[in-house]
């Protein structure tokens, strides 16, 4: 398992695919952490869909990581990709039957992939949170949000617990995207029924029908990044987002370790 | 120790209702060059897929180095292969994409650069795959088999895109390996190229075995033929009709007899034909080829 898991970082620290990512997360980190700053008294809100946040809440211990929070969503749509990608081309490719070739045990060669790709995952989420509080820190003073309680105890704990929902979520979405890759077999395909599904789909439906939020896959991953959301509870985000994602792991996982390579 | 790095009982592939493998047996013994041969569709990779246990026959058994398929982790770590070509990322070098498989399979790092020289790559080892031609991407396809330092070597169509040199490399580099004790089971088109390097032939037809066994065999079953040419293109009839008559199958190929007949008969041939006013501007026994035997055994062409 160890062998798959450096085999995979080989091919995921190659420059484009790194600094790709990297760079996509930094623009999506520094546009929407912004944004919450800039746009702090435009009366079109300066949170996801329309939402206001204040300064009060700002000026919260759990203020410096409200940037961060909400590029959790976004953040989930670029793992989505990459571990999408980085499935779905062994097949596109024909690498799968050197991979089974040299390491036979499918399940080790499924965890050893998932393993890389979530230390990809936790190394972009580290940067995103590093410079999304960064950008918060500067910018707070100018939209007059006091800093004062973001760098005590309970300002770190809320660092912490963000990071570890963000890191929920993000990986949730990446495994989301891992399973797509290995029912479709093919990389656009898997990307693009993810993203479609997620941006556009789940937020049509729950246009139609709101209570749809407390159901949708997205709307539940999505939540677990934020800590929970307005009229869905973490608890129930994660129970309702969990059982999606061990659903989707569990049948893309006997359907790989069972379906015959023939390409 | 088993003395066969391949055997394989009753083994068949079936596609919901093509039968691509059907209930063959065949077994090559340790250290030989065994031939892979079959018209395409015959079911060559399949039954490559199924010994290396990506696919899961239908019915049958099969064991490797002694190890049954349906535990490849027992005898893969011996075994080098390049099935349905080269298949690597292509964004990556040829390098990295040894590294790759090096690490996931444990071997020695080292080894990925040694390779890269023995397959002729050594100064593009650096470049992207996408960047390779044909011959290169083949050439690192067999370095990737090489990387265990396999007991028992199969390689689907290596010579695929090669050039002349290339050819001549890769049956040198296979006879190598089997001189130092690799089995090599190798599939090609290239009919002649495995007549001079192999001493097994396996020959699959339409899913079925149609011989398997050691070359020598398979060649001393086969009819000699001898081929006489006129210096009238009129007389190759009344040749045919000689030959015939004296109880022998003969057709006319471009602008010779071909006689199925052992090599003394060429001179009562020759005499009848004088007898007959025939002047003949050659007569050659000639025994047939590995290709023109498959042919014939295959029913192809």
New interface residues.
């Given amino acids: 398992m160890f062998?798959?898991v450096?085999?995979e970082l080989?091919?995921l620290r190659?420059p484009?695919?790194f600094f790709g990512t990297m760079g996509a997360a930094l623009f999506f980190t520094g546009l929407i952490t912004s944004f919450i700053y800039l746009m702090i008294d435009s009366p079109q809100g300066n949170g996801d869909r329309g939402r206001s946040i204040g300064r009060e809440v700002l000026g919260l211990a759990s203020g410096s990581v409200n940037g961060f929070a909400s590029v959790g969503n976004f953040l989930g749509i670029i793992a989505l990709c990459v571990f999408a990608a980085q499935t779905a081309?062994e097949y596109t490719?024909?690498?799968l039957?050197?991979?089974?070739?040299?390491?036979?045990?499918r399940m080790k060669i499924l965890i050893g992939k998932l393993i890389s790709m979530m230390l990809f995952a936790i190394a972009m989420i580290a940067i995103a949170a590093i410079v999304s509080i960064a950008i918060s820190y500067i910018l707070a003073p100018g939209a007059e949000v006091s800093t004062d309680l973001w760098f005590t105890s309970a300002g770190f704990e809320a660092i912490f617990t963000t990071f570890i929902n963000v890191t929920i979520s993000v990986v949730a979405f990446g495994i989301v995207g891992m399973v797509l890759g290995l029912l479709l077999r093919s990389p656009i395909s898997a990307i693009s029924f993810g993203v479609l599904w997620l941006l556009i789909v789940e937020n049509l439906l729950i246009a139609v029908k709101n209570s749809l939020q407390n159901w949708l896959p997205g709307a539940q991953l999505s939540a677990i990044a934020s800590g929970g959301a307005v009229d869905l509870t973490y608890k129930h985000a994660l129970t309702v987002g969990g059982l999606y994602v061990a659903v989707g792991a569990i049948v893309a996982s006997v359907l790989f370790v069972r379906r015959?390579?023939?390409n | 120790m088993p003395n066969t790095a391949i055997s394989v009982s009753d083994l068949s592939k079936k596609y919901d209702d093509r039968l691509a493998v059907s209930h063959i047996n065949f077994e090559v013994p340790l250290g030989t060059v065994c031939g892979f041969v079959g018209p395409n569709g015959s079911g060559k990779t399949t039954t490559m897929r199924m010994l290396l246990g990506l696919i899961t026959p239908t019915t049958g058994q099969g064991h490797i180095l002694g190890e049954p398929i349906e535990h490849p982790e027992k005898y893969l770590s011996r075994v080098g292969a390049m099935i349905e070509g080269p298949a690597f990322y292509p964004a990556l070098s040829g390098y990295e994409n040894l590294m790759v498989l090096a690490k996931l399979g444990g071997f020695p790092l080292e080894r990925v650069q040694q390779l890269l020289d023995k397959v002729g790559l050594g100064d593009r080892g650096k470049s992207k795959f996408k960047t390779y031609s044909l011959g290169m991407k083949q050439r690192l396809g067999i370095a990737a088999a090489l990387l265990p330092e396999p007991k028992l070597l199969m390689l689907d169509e290596p010579t695929n895109g090669l050039d002349p040199e290339g050819i001549q490399e890769v049956r040198a580099l296979l006879r190598d390996l089997a001189n130092e004790g690799t089995t090599v089971f190798v599939s090609s088109h290239l009919l002649s190229e495995l007549e001079i390097i192999s001493d097994y032939i396996v020959m699959l037809r339409k899913g079925e075995i149609v011989f398997a066994g050691p070359i020598g065999e398979l060649m001393a079953q086969q009819q000699p033929t001898i081929i006489a040419k006129s210096l009238n293109h009129s007389d190759l009839k009344r040749i045919v009709e000689i030959a015939e008559l004296a109880g022998h199958h003969a057709v006319i190929r471009n602008d010779s007899v071909h006689v199925l007949a052992e090599m003394d008969w060429a001179p009562v041939l020759n005499k009848a034909a004088f007898d007959a006013g025939i002047t003949l501007a050659q007569l050659a026994p000639q025994l047939p080829n590995l290709e023109e035997t498959f042919f014939e055994m295959t029913g192809e062409k």
């Fill in positions: 062998n798959v450096k085999a080989r091919k190659r484009t695919l081309q490719y024909g690498t039957r050197n991979l089974l070739i040299r390491q036979p045990g015959d390579v023939a």
